[in-house]
């Protein structure tokens, strides 16, 4: 009991703050991907309070997903029904629930460690630079949008530029207001207050944002906030209007092909998403505690058979949502439950209050966010590493920001890939010199693609030589790497050689 009261002290304010950051994450995807604003909401509830309790991961928070808006936008476009697009989600997660079974989680272990932080510099980056233009009052772009061309045309960065000529002064100055609360709040006097652990930067951050906006209203003064730079939840006047926001999938569509089609896609998409999502969170994860990924896949596709069978969009583990409950102190899945009961309560029982919450408030808390991802050590710490770790950094934070966040990732996997083929290629055989006396040793494993190292080594070796050639280490040795060293051994004589081999007891090396 003294555990829970003692995580509950860092769980219950890293609830309040993951809260106000997914509130608007959802309203916005949702926007973004052409499907009602609630099922957005409906995703998130889901991702909190179903994903939270069947998922072993202590910190990773669910919820629909910036990377599925194209893949949700165009399904519900080609779609017969939005009913249609349920059922899709609700076989997305079945096929999740078959992935995990499969122990297709193995997968996201294949990411090297330079990518997973490019992909949280990137987002962070993203976050920041997708958040400055609502920081100012230019709410064009949808919340959560993570790709490069947006949906009005501009892109990440000319859209900082059109920013320029739609400033709202009200909006900058509880912009402002917001941001410098959140810095002030992660000072040393600050963090040594006993209260501000119980009572997070941003509520203080909404709350002044409305406050400010109701004294411009009150005054009469023209830094008034009009709706569409506030919060604007659905809003139900009785509990039946509030069950009208849910909706159910037609199962009739099963018969539809591409039905099917669009839940394998959800499913792939959606399942590589959570597995770099829990990668992501395990490495900022301050306990350096691991999540159990085949779990992962059961618990997000319990997630999206829930989300899909009453009216919401398709869900994953979400980085940004995860690094604010690392950011906030979380220390248990608690603090992820709380926040999908926040959600709930909030949108059944005080969607108005929560429609006075103006933009610009919460993006001073996401810039924040963001900046706690990107910090600029972690490419100093990659830098001392050598090329191997900063090139694949570096590669992933800019494909991601020019692109997306799979086809960066993508890109990010590939050039990590060439660095890891390079150095196993380089250290796959070795040549030992000692006067006149040369010595070839092999990995545990050398492959077809070392058969041009090989070939080069041997060739270094002058006539009259002694040769000592060790392959007691290996457990496998390629055939096309026998036989060139077979010829070697049978050129020797000719070239005045003495070879002399050290053999694997395995059996199977040849």
């Known amino acids: 009991m003294r555990n829970y009261l003692s995580d509950l002290k860092s769980d219950l304010p890293a609830s ?21 604003l609630f099922s957005g909401l409906i995703a998130g509830i889901v991702g909190g309070i179903v994903v939270g ?41 079945a096929f999740q629930i078959i992935f995990g079974q499969l122990k297709a989680g193995l997968l996201g272990d294949f990411v090297p460690v330079s990518v997973i932080k490019g992909m949280l510099a990137a987002i962070g980056l993203t976050l920041i630079l997708k958040q400055i233009p609502h920081l100012v009052g230019h709410d064009a772009d949808f919340e959560g949008d993570e790709n490069f061309i947006q949906p009005d045309g501009n892109n990440t960065f000319t859209e900082l530029l059109e920013s320029i000529n739609h ?34 930067a941003p509520l203080f951050a909404v709350i002044g944002g409305i406050g400010f906006n109701e004294l411009f209203r009150i005054t009469g003064s023209r830094l008034f906030l009009e709706p569409s730079h506030l919060v604007a939840i659905p809003q139900a006047h009785s509990p039946q209007e509030f069950l009208s926001f849910f909706s159910v999938p037609d199962f009739t569509f099963l018969a539809n092909t591409k039905v099917w089609m669009v839940g394998i896609t959800l499913a792939l998409v959606a399942s590589l998403e959570s597995l770099l999502g829990i990668e992501a969170v395990d490495k900022l994860d301050p306990r350096k505690r691991t999540t159990p990924p085949n779990r992962e896949l059961f618990a997000q596709g319990a997630g999206n058979i829930v989300s899909g069978l009453i009216g919401g969009l398709p869900i994953t583990s979400v ?14 899945k608690t603090s992820t439950i709380l926040h999908g009961i926040l959600l709930l309560i909030s949108v059944a029982f005080i969607a108005g209050v929560l429609n006075l919450i103006p933009l610009a408030a919460l993006a001073g808390v996401l810039i924040f ?17 050598g090329s191997s770790q900063i090139l694949p950094f570096s590669v992933t934070v800019i494909a991601i920001l020019l692109t997306d966040l799979l086809i960066g990732i993508g890109i990010g996997i590939l050039v990590g890939l060439y660095f890891v083929l390079r150095s196993n290629f380089k250290s796959a055989v070795i040549l030992v010199v000692d006067g006149n006396k040369y010595l070839i040793k092999f990995r545990p494993e050398v492959s077809f693609f070392n058969k041009a190292l090989l070939k080069q080594k041997l060739l270094q070796i002058p006539n009259g030589s002694s040769v000592l050639i060790d392959s007691s280490r290996c457990k496998f040795i390629d055939h096309d790497i026998q036989d060139l060293i077979d010829d070697f051994v049978v050129s020797a004589e000719a070239r005045e050689m003495r070879v002399e081999l050290i053999e694997s007891n395995f059996k199977n090396n040849r």
């Open 16 to 36: 309040i703050f993951v809260f106000l950051v997914a509130l608007p994450l959802c309203l916005g995807i949702a926007l973004g991907s052409d499907a009602p």
């Open 53 to 93: 309790i069947l998922s072993k991961s202590s910190l990773s928070v669910s919820g629909p997903a910036a990377g599925l808006t194209t893949i949700v936008a165009a399904a519900i476009a080609d779609l017969p029904a939005y009913e249609a697009f349920l059922m899709a989600v609700v076989l997305a997660g």
């Open 167 to 200: 400033m709202t002064p009200g909006a900058m100055i509880i912009g402002a207001f917001s941001l410098m609360l959140m810095l002030i709040w992660e000072t040393k006097r600050m963090k040594r207050m006993t209260w501000t652990r119980w009572l997070p």
């Open 319 to 332: 980085v940004v949502r995860s690094s604010a409950n690392v950011t906030a102190g979380g220390e248990t």
């Open 369 to 385: 966010v963001g900046y706690k991802l990107a910090k600029p050590s972690i490419a100093i710490e990659l830098y001392g590493r």
